[in-house]
DNA sequence: CTGTTAGCGCGTTCAA
DNA sequence: TTGAACGCGCTAACAG
């Protein structure tokens, strides 16, 4: 008799079909040393039953869950959302499930919930991006097998978006187009996206001495980049690059409301191209981060650590230049409503 | 020693506390029945050690798993990742963990992951607009203690978006501004959401004799709303109702760009209140759906189910009505550039 | 208050 | 080829 009141146990299907309980393990995992005959009844028996294998069983058992840990930092952001449905997709072709994990952006939880999420599943795939790198190469070791997102440590296999070559990909666009006085609007100063952000600029600007680039630290959202405007437009600069699409939405919109035409009087480009960029009035042109990719890569990744393959170097996804409509050429009237034109004096924040 | 190269287990604490391994769980779990010095050297020995117990292990023997399954359609969607994110951190706060899974949209996905989830969890929330009734009100027979996002059936809890009630509140707001032809924009035909909305139309135009509305198909994204200008153009109402704020900003950017005046020419409404919304030129007027709190109620009803609770009502929450800048009151000019004012005929699709 | 023992449901040796 | 017995790591009865 089933122990449980809801679930009936590989006993239950033995006593039906005849057989030892060692019979039906067997014949349900496909074990070739089984005589046909007997597979035949043990598969019928545990269709009438509706006999499954208990997973969590299974897992003591077997050691491995058939599951992954995904620790996010914000179940809110697109970037994370798309990350964790590609690799959701991917890991459920594989049979394999996702628990996932918001850590509110606090590094403490992202810590803690690494630990308590991996002890019970076969693996963490972790978007840590403002960790410290010491704090990260620490963690990482009591969570083999692990994925890096965004981050590398030793001997960890990672998928990267790579951040720096689409800046510069960018900044290529807005160098061809004739623009000379930039600013860019940087996010929160200590992340890896910031940071590599600032490479490619500071990369840029020692390979291009007739070309000024100003930061002004600015934020990650909309509001944030709608009150740089006026930073923006007294600056001189004919081209803004905001840290995302957020950002230059707000600046285009705050812009737009002072009279700055867009992109005659400047050109505004983003990042992440976000699925309303193409909607923008110009559509947006931006870079965009193949987030869902990098999920399913991050998976692909995972898969091998479980199959016991050997880390492989980091992957480094990059990202595609989209060139919309707020961009263009450096105009005659270059520098913007309310301020003259040329090259401006830059002021460099950290 | 220690079993596994990883893993340390209680019986490593028992020896180096010096205690019988029972000693060690009782200590552990708070038992109060164990001597206080007992209870230190069992912690000091399993801190030392850093073992905590194996969450696999307890599961199979309390029977519960500490995780719940949620099932959305499309981890894509904006809605069930701000359901998801509020489901998460509630059920985080409660020591629970969660295992997504992502249907795409399938029914038949949608049924078999809602089963196989289940048995490695406590319960499942279900999100599964597309689902019949009646395989709905089959499936989570199997499926206790299951609670459902948007969706009911006999002796399960739910939680709902009333949206019923948020569009016949944005009906009111166009009603009151003096409209008395209106358009709506339906989405998906069979959806409960779409459906719901037909219902506080089809009660509202039953109450209010003086207005037609007018359904047009269209769909459920930008492009669909895009689409659908010319038709909304010539059929000469003042209003529309589109079934999102995507078909809204797609219909919002076709008829301005034809020369439509919003909301002078038409007032356009969307729903969701998705966080570009408030960003259109002018601000999109919108009813909110509050999705991460649908999340975090739909933990609070499985919180309760797991504690042995009898399941409650269904749970409504009610969207807010965001009155922003593309309604206003019937123009002179009513009925939009191409068309003319007044009254015109209807048609009715399905 | 503590230790010994019996399962939780399964996969997998070991004999037969 | 099949069955009996063991153990995965832990909690909860049962004795002492």
Redesign the interface.
Known sequence: MPR?PKGVTINDVAARAGVSLSTVSRALNGNPTVDPALVARVQQAAAELEY?A????R??VL?R?Q?VAVVVP???NPTF??I??GL??AA?ADDY??????S?ESVDEERALAAT?R??TDGVILCAPRMPQAELDRLVGGLRPVVLVNRSSDDVPAVRADYRSALTDELDLLYALGHRSMVFLSGVARSVANTSRLEAIAAFAASHPDVAIEELPCGVD?DAGAASADAVISSGATAALAFNDLVA??LL?AVQAAGCRVPDDLSVVGFDDI??AR?T?PPLTTATVPAAQLGAQAWARMRGLLEGEAPRDPLWLRPELVARGTTGPRGPAAGGVAADSGDAETNEFD
Chains 1, 2 share one sequence.
């Open positions: 449980g499954t208990s997973p969590v069983a897992s003591l050691g869950t599951t914000d179940l809110g959302q798309a964790l449905r959701s997709r459920a499930h996702v628990l996932v994990a918001d509110a999420t002890r019970r909309f939405m707000g919109s699925p309303f909607y009035s």
